[in-house]
């Protein structure tokens, strides 16, 4: 259901209070001040300071996001440097083991980026220093002659190509003859 006010209807004392303005023109114009100008009327939409303040905070929780995602690439590295140095130890433990326990003695090892035994340091990447040293304090549960262990101390440098190696991990372990 509609209903249409006819012009004629209207009379003067019944002319609609446009939010305390005397006419409908004064209504119209925005830029004239009205009763009650400082209160905070509904309105669609953010203010200004609120956009700001929205992007700082947004913009400081990324900002420490990116900080975590550092982390997580230098952790993802070395992890994978720990995983490549426990195969390439694995390795020259296997050599080791191999040879005649009498014919053990300090060595070098050098191996590929694929972690293949290089044959020199020339194209090589990772270093295997071997010292091998006689342990005379076993403990009684050996139940093998001192003579017969050797506590093995292998330390990984890399890259062979630097000058200075700023990475190098150490690996402790013992090789025991027994007899065979």
């Known amino acids: ?4 006010v006819s012009i004629t ?15 409908l023109s004064q209504a119209a114009d925005f830029t004239t001040p009205r009763r009650g100008a400082g209160r905070r009327t509904s309105r669609l939409g953010f203010s200004l300071v609120e956009i700001v303040l929205a992007i700082g905070i947004v913009s400081f929780a990324l900002l420490g996001m990116m900080g975590l995602v ?13 995983t490549d140095l426990a195969a390439l130890t694995q390795q020259v433990f296997s050599s080791l083991r191999s040879l005649p326990f009498t014919n053990l003695s300090d060595t070098n090892f050098f191996f590929d980026a694929d972690g293949s035994l290089a044959t020199s340091s020339a194209g090589a990447v990772y270093e295997c220093a071997v010292t091998l ?7 009684a549960s050996f139940k093998i002659p001192a003579a017969s262990f050797k506590n093995a101390r292998l330390q990984f440098t890399w890259p062979v190509s630097a000058v200075i190696r700023p990475n190098t991990n150490v690996f402790l372990g013992g090789i025991a003859n027994y007899g065979n």
């Open 1 to 4: 259901m509609s209903s249409t």
């Open 9 to 23: 209807s209207w009379r003067a004392d019944h002319i609609p209070n446009f939010g305390g303005m005397r006419s």
């Open 70 to 82: 550092s982390v997580s690439f230098q952790s993802e590295r070395s992890s994978a440097s720990d």
């Open 133 to 139: 040293a006689a342990d005379p304090s076993l403990p």
